[in-house]
């Protein structure tokens, strides 16, 4: 009875779309403000690539809110996961054969060199500071799961959020005191686009976010991991 | 129309809030609380001064970073928004009063605070932005804070709650986002205002139906429009009592109804056929909520879908579209975040005081809770529709409306959903408070004071709340948020000359 | 077949957003049900990545002088999609941690034996 109900929804659903979707050509130029964002990036905010121009830049906005959310999540992780969970039923964990523990070690580094390299040139190739932070928070998920028993501290990967966090934000109220406008104007020297020093403020911006979301899902993780002890 | 430098704090400041608890509050005691108290304190006197400002200029804007709209994302507070944002502040405030003591029964209160914090953001966020994928954005950072606080106190019935509001409502975003996408692509803008300005200058009908139905149907399941309600019953009661003061009380509206205000009347434009909809939904909404109200004997879950209910009365309002009928729907919003938050903090304060909420367990409490009591009683006053509390004067507006458009039969269903509003109030105002007090519960007290002073103000403004239609006070508050659905989109138009 | 070869995409994306919600609607297991919240979110977001394509584009990113920006495509849906895949993952974190808690709570996954709110 429900599957039927939920088929008969899907079906109208996708009889309404259907009939839309040839309204929205594909492959076509249609652009208003992107073609603004092409034609201006470099100029108005100094990176080579546009999307971080217009993630950090034009709609920093809403990484802000971005940002937001995860620091919601981890702090509503925390408080649901929290409560009670040290109820002692603690099962030996099996300890990982040599091979695979000292794989794990090996790769960790390489992986968060890696996740660094994403964030440090998010104006310059594609990537950034949440696709690095990602990357980075694998690294640390590869430690959970290859070399049992190792733990991150706490203390440190809250501590680097909240740094991170803050960083962020106060770049943006900054940019109230040196530039005149509130919130988030790059007012640093712009350099010339396409070197590693330049676009301003973006790229710290983008190793804070980098710190900060890798730090909040590791911390995530170890949340869940710890919980299902 | 004036530059204003101050709408960025609204988000601000509840962010700034939320961010320092998580630094300081883990180890000083007393800071949560503190700074849950300054931080809503701040956006209320924000509110204030915004709401001289809109009454001088009508219209302010904000645009972040300083590029212009459509290039950035821009913030515009008209009077509706202006009118939302003391509404869900005022009710944060004193939420945030109750919660000082309500809380400490529960650990972790920075982390409460912190939530609280975030969501009052993502919900100030929603109503002040300009920009539809920011009104997304910050629906989302509300939405998700919302979950964790529903799931609070980890027992069984809050994480079943939790999880099914998580699914549900993370569908109805889904849903959102899809429409914002539809748009996006179809006037390649995400500007309010620049968007308003392509679609009127010709657009595809069919996309915009599409769209509209999108947007309905995810806001509709935000604002527990039936049948997208079926989150609500389970949600509401469960969360510990400040948190269903303020999902019941504002959040619902913040996120579902002004949403779809804003988007239906400022963005699309209204037509006859989205009124009718809304109209028809309001009805539904309406009779579901006043009949399944009347079956309940668990308090909280009673009043939850009491909330069904009266937000349907306020879509009526909208949906009838005239000058008088959204005035009388604006105000039955307020009155209905005050008078419902008052409710669910009284039963909250039953809860602390008795440990059950199952109205056949107890009886005869305004003995010993008097406070509790009265205030309660004044809220249940108010949501019957009683003069000459405030619900009294909005459910009159709402059915003098309805008349005066000709729509005869809706005024006949409002006024019948109001007798039996008035019975299931009756209802828990007999089991509940009058009666006899069962032995078990003869050594109750009431409630601490910070509780008392927060009920005790929300009352003061249930029954002083119809001075707010005198015509002085009407034309700061009422008339300007009701402007913007007559204007509909001619404020976009104004804010695109603006900034060009 | 043309239809289907010039709007590959978008079939893509609104299948997968209908099987999202197909997962949601029927499926019993919360896991599950957290695997066709995640099969939704992807949907919507390759849907909103194909709406910025350009036939032929390359990415906006002038890695060297001298590239033609006419060819380029929309930088906005890419940027959107960003916050959009955290949002989602922000999402599907609490929802797990709901689902553990919820595991530790009733021993069981199974949505039917989780419904002590009645109706």
């Known amino acids: 009875m429900r599957i039927f109900l939920s088929l008969v929804v899907l079906a109208v659903i996708a009889v309404g779309i259907g009939k839309t979707l040839m309204e929205i050509p594909f492959g076509e130029d249609t652009t208003n403000v992107g073609g603004y964002y092409i034609q201006s990036g470099r100029d108005d905010t100094g990176a080579a690539n546009i999307v971080t121009s217009v993630v950090v830049g034009y709609r920093a906005f809403d ?77 640390f998920l590869l430690v959970y799961l290859g070399c049992r028993g190792r733990r991150i501290r706490h203390g440190w990967s809250k501590a680097t959020e909240s740094l991170g966090g803050l960083v962020f934000v106060g770049l943006g109220l900054l940019g ?54 | 129309m004036i530059h204003n430098d101050l709408i960025p704090l609204m988000v601000g400041v509840p962010l700034a809030g939320a961010f320092l608890n ?160 539809w748009m996006y692509a179809h006037t390649s803008t995400l500007n309010m205002a620049d968007m308003a300005m392509v679609l009127r200058d010709g657009g595809s009908g069919e996309i915009v139906l599409l769209a509209s139905v999108l947007f309905l149907v995810g806001f509709g399941l935000k604002a527990a429009l039936v049948p997208f309600h079926a989150w609500l019953p389970d949600a509401h009661p469960s969360a510990p009592a400040p948190i269903s003061a303020m999902l019941s009380g504002v ?105 059950t909420r199952d109205l056949r367990k107890m009886g005869g409490l305004a003995r010993r809770m008097p406070l509790t009591a009265g205030t309660s009683m004044a809220g249940s006053m108010s949501l019957a529709g009683i003069p000459p509390f405030a619900g009294f004067w909005s459910k009159l507006l709402i059915v003098v409306a309805a008349v005066q458009a000709g729509l005869y039969g809706y005024a006949i269903i409002a006024i019948v959903a109001s007798i039996l509003t008035l019975a299931y109030v009756m209802k828990m105002m007999r089991y509940g408070f009058l009666g006899n007090l069962p032995e078990r519960l003869k050594g109750i007290k009431d409630v601490p004071a910070m509780m008392k002073l927060s009920m005790s103000l929300l009352a003061l403004i249930c029954i002083a709340g119809g001075l707010l239609l005198l015509p002085q006070v009407r034309e700061l508050f009422l008339t300007d948020a009701s402007k913007t659905f007559k204007a509909g989109t001619e404020l976009a138009f104004r804010i695109m000359s603006e900034v060009r | 077949m043309s239809f289907l070869e010039s709007y590959a ?91 553990v808690r919820l595991y530790q709570n009733y021993g069981t996954l199974d949505m039917r034996k989780i419904k002590e709110l009645k109706w």
Not at chain 2, 88 to 112: C, D, E, G, H, P
Not at chain 2, 133 to 155: C, D, K, M, P, Q
Not at chain 2, 335 to 352: D, I, P, R
Not at chain 3, 36 to 52: H, K, P, Q, R, Y
């Open chain 1, 63 to 139: 990484t802000l809110g971005e940002v937001t959310v995860l620091f919601v999540a981890a702090v509503g992780l925390g408080a649901v996961l929290a409560v009670g969970s040290a109820s002692g039923r603690r099962r030996d964990v099996e300890p990982a054969s040599l091979v695979l523990y000292t794989g794990c070690r090996f790769l960790f580094p390489l992986i968060l060199l890696f996740g660094a390299y994403i964030f440090i040139h998010g104006h310059l190739t594609p990537g950034g500071g949440f696709q690095g932070g990602a990357i980075v928070a694998s690294a």
């Open chain 2, 251 to 355: 959040l619902i509206k913040a996120l579902g109804v002004y949403a779809i205000c804003r988007l239906f009347y400022s963005v699309f434009g209204i037509t006859w056929e989205l009124s009718t909809i809304l109209l028809t939904l309001g009805t539904v909404s309406m009779c579901v909520g006043v009949l399944l109200a009347l079956k309940q004997w668990d308090m909280k879950r009673l009043l939850a879908y009491s909330s069904i209910s009266q937000v349907g009365y306020i879509m009526i309002g909208i949906g009838i579209g005239t000058p008088l009928g959204i005035l009388a729907a604006l105000f039955h919003l307020f009155n209905h975040s005050v008078f419902k938050s008052l409710l669910f903090l009284g039963s909250g304060a039953v809860e602390y005081a008795t440990g």
């Open chain 3, 9 to 99: 995409y978008y079939v893509g994306a609104f299948g997968l957003i209908l099987i999202g919600l197909l997962v949601i609607l029927v499926k019993r297991n919360l896991i599950k049900i957290i695997i066709g919240l995640s099969i939704l979110d992807t949907g919507v977001n390759l849907f909103l990545i194909s709406v910025g394509y350009l036939a032929s584009g390359t990415a906006p990113i002038f890695s060297r002088e001298g590239i033609d920006s006419g060819s380029m495509v929309d930088p906005v849906p890419q940027a959107l999609v960003l916050t959009a895949i955290v949002i989602g993952v922000a999402v599907l974190a609490l929802a797990l941690g709901l689902a």
């Open chain 1, 176 to 229: 109230l005191t040196a530039a005149g406008h509130f919130f988030l104007s790059n007012y640093l020297p712009k350099g010339t686009v396409n070197h590693l020093f330049s676009a301003g403020i973006i790229p710290i911006i983008y190793v804070a976010i980098g710190f900060k979301v890798g730090a909040e899902l590791a911390g995530v993780i170890d949340d869940l991991v710890e919980e299902s002890e």
């Open chain 2, 22 to 181: 998580a630094l300081l509050g883990r180890k000083l005691k007393g800071v949560p609380d503190l700074l849950g108290i300054l931080c809503t304190m701040g956006t209320l006197f924000l509110g204030f001064v915004m709401l001289r400002l809109v009454n001088a200029h009508h219209v302010l804007l904000f645009e972040v970073g300083n590029w212009p709209p459509p290039i950035g994302i821009a913030m515009v507070v008209d009077g509706l928004t202006v009118f939302m944002l003391l509404t869900v502040n005022l009710i944060a405030f004193l939420v945030v009063l109750y919660s000082t003591n309500y809380m400490s029964r529960y650990t972790q209160k920075w982390q409460f605070y912190s939530l609280f914090m975030l969501m009052l953001a993502g919900m100030n966020g929603v109503i002040v932005t300009g920009d539809i994928f920011n009104l997304f954005v910050y629906l989302e950072i509300a939405a998700v804070a919302s979950y964790a606080l529903v799931a609070f106190g980890t027992e069984r019935q809050e994480l079943e709650a939790a999880f099914k509001y998580a699914v549900m409502g993370s569908l109805g975003s889904m849903f959102v986002l899809l429409g914002v996408v």
